[in-house]
């Protein structure tokens, strides 16, 4: 790859010297994204399809036990991926338990990008005392342990419920956590995608073609979005795409701690954390989720460089 | 048809009435200077000049002598730690200590500037169409469709061949030469009566170098601008400019026009510069004769002339007193040097130095006033 990268560079050197005028678009031959690209992009579009289907999915009702075969292993009839201690099955559950993971991890890290990366935006192009401001705010937010300001936001504004009946929690209820978790991690996330934005957003400011911009009578409002945001847009893509893998990991971090999505319903992170008390018992309630967490994590994170190489976001802007 | 946008600034409205006759530019003892943790550095130190409209002024000097800073602070585009003395005034209008919301009505469609790198003051992510409609869009009430076809016509102007297609094409699809005639596109969209052109041909290659340079000047004649060409190449302003101003240092050490600058030059550091041109005539490897030394510290500027240090001339005269922009000889020639290019004195100053071997500064000399190099040869 480094390889042809290079012969690329040297084609538009010669290229250069010998038609000065007019470069024939051969010369910028588009690159391809590679194979594993093309794998990771085809796991998050079938998960994420998965997910979304999972209303007219031919699925048993994850919240209800089949109290008939509790803790059926794995190719089991009925129970492909078996049931749970409550007969509950795993490959409903994990479906029905993407939703709310996947849920969870893109609409808060959304939400993060929405607001860090503004505030870095503003932060990178203004400079002077908005940037000292600004950074001295996410600075404070990043002293914070996020596992500890995550928990500390959700227990504030959604306590747990002590009711223990096991029917599920009236489904209003269930959005109203959801929202708080998305609101908490998404407020968690905000500092990191501001620095980021804030270092890349602050390199591009300072290129001439800004200063072209300036020049032609543009106003700051202008050439903050239209000149700037765009260059730095696959930075924050890169870091957005990272968030969701870090984010999917805390759901679980949540989870263990009971202030992620709440039993009955399922989300990958507590249904790993429902059977730590005994692993053995069923072991394909905690591996499967664990297995569709390690591969989605590993598929974010290998689209994230992509992106970054791709779009030349360097080391030293993060 | 275009229609001026309402903007809030009370400076467009002046345009209306303003006078057609006079200068269109009078740069008076204007200082810039950038307040750094070193010291201030005295970046423009007090420079004069006046433009006509549809005249063209060259400002040369060398690397950091304050040339780029000097059309930096005529059209206001300094950066925060910048202090700003004198005055500047365009169509009559003060505008030598206006802030960047007041200089915004300007910028684009009274003044605009080319820069130096076409590779990096082209925005990479913008179509190129984009970029040229961008100020037209700001700056007047057009349709979006009026706004293309006008930068269709400016591509074509600019002699861009296919420009329909260009207009949906990115910069790094363009060549070094191509983006430098878009950056000109843009500048002109708006129709400024004054262009700054700031080392327009330096980032390019050789070949290209002349075209764009006869382009700059074609469009400027056409549209009956004035200009300002920045550059370090005397060979560039040479039969492309009506007047000179050679800078040294932050401030002009020789102004004069073309002709006359080239004719009967007077500031040995115009001479150097000269000099250090490669021409035809020479033999192949002959060796170019740089200018010695270097241009000294803007924060602490030596007392007396500013190049005495490098000057073949220099005179114990020349470290103590600073000499003043005048025109003795011929009006409208001025210099700064006691001991000048082709006169008596500068010749009895010459031969006073290569006699001694090295002139007051301690700058050693020998025939026919070229300084020795001294280190690194070859």
Known sequence: ?318 | MIRRKKTTFPGTERFADAPLDGPLLEVDEVKTQFKTERGLVHAVDGVSFTLERGKTIGIVGESGCGKSVLSRSIMGLLPTNVVRHGSIKFEGHEIGHAKAAEMRPFWGTQMAMVFQDPMTSLNPVMRIGSQITESLRVHFDVTKEYADETAVALLVSVGIPEAERRMQEYPHQLSGGMRQRVMLAIALACGPKLLFADEPTTALDVTVQAQILDLLQQQQRERFMAMVLVTHDLGVVAGRTDDIAVMYAGRVVERAPTRSLFEHTRHPYTEALLKSIPKLAMPSHARLDAIAGRPPDLVKPPSGCKFAARCPYAQPKCLTDEPPLDDPDQPGHSYRCFFPVGSQAGRDALTRNLAAGETATGLPVRKEGEAVLTGVTG
């Not at chain 1, 042809?4 to 084609?11: C, F, G, H, L, W």
């Not at chain 1, 490959?91 to 990008?113: D, E, M, N, P």
Request: hydrophobic share 55%; aromatic share 8%.
């Open chain 1, 1 to 318: 790859m480094l390889e042809s990268a290079e012969t690329q560079v040297d084609a538009e050197k010669i290229a250069a010297t010998v038609a000065i005028e007019d470069l024939g678009d051969e010369v910028y031959e588009k690159r391809g994204l590679g194979v594993l690209a093309w794998i990771g992009i085809g796991w998050l579009v079938f998960i994420i399809g998965i997910a979304l289907l999972a209303p007219v999915l031919p699925l048993k009702n994850p919240m209800i036990g089949d109290y008939l075969h509790p803790n059926a292993s794995v190719f089991s009839p009925g129970h492909i991926l078996g049931s749970d201690a409550s007969g509950r099955d795993v490959l409903s559950r994990v479906i029905w338990g993407a939703r709310a993971s996947l849920l969870l991890a893109i609409c808060s890290v959304a939400l993060g990008t929405l607001i860090g990366g503004f505030l870095g935006l503003l932060a990178g192009f203004r400079g002077r005392a908005t940037d000292s401001v600004l950074s001295g705010f996410t600075n404070i937010l990043l002293a914070f342990p996020q596992l500890v300001l995550a928990l500390t936001l959700v227990s504030v504004f959604a306590p747990l419920r002590t009711a223990s009946n096991g029917n599920a929690p009236p489904a209003h209820e269930w959005g109203h956590r959801l929202l708080v978790v998305i609101l908490a991690v998404g407020i968690v996330s905000v500092p990191i995608l501001a620095r980021i934005t804030r270092a890349s957003a602050l390199s591009w400011t300072q290129r001439e073609f800004v200063m072209a911009a300036r020049a032609q009578g543009a106003a700051d409002k202008r050439v903050m979005f239209r000149e700037v945001l765009p260059n730095v847009l696959p930075a924050m893509l890169s870091i957005a795409l990272l968030g969701v893998a870090i984010v999917l990991v805390l759901e679980g971090a949540l989870a263990v701690f009971g202030v992620s999505i709440q039993e009955p319903n399922p989300s990958w992170g507590n249904m790993i954390f429902s059977q730590l008390s005994d692993l053995s018992a069923s072991p394909a309630v905690w591996i499967v989720p664990s297995i569709l967490i390690f591969v989605t994590v590993l598929a974010l994170n290998y689209l994230g460089d992509v992106v970054r190489s791709r779009f030349d976001v360097r080391e030293s802007v993060l």
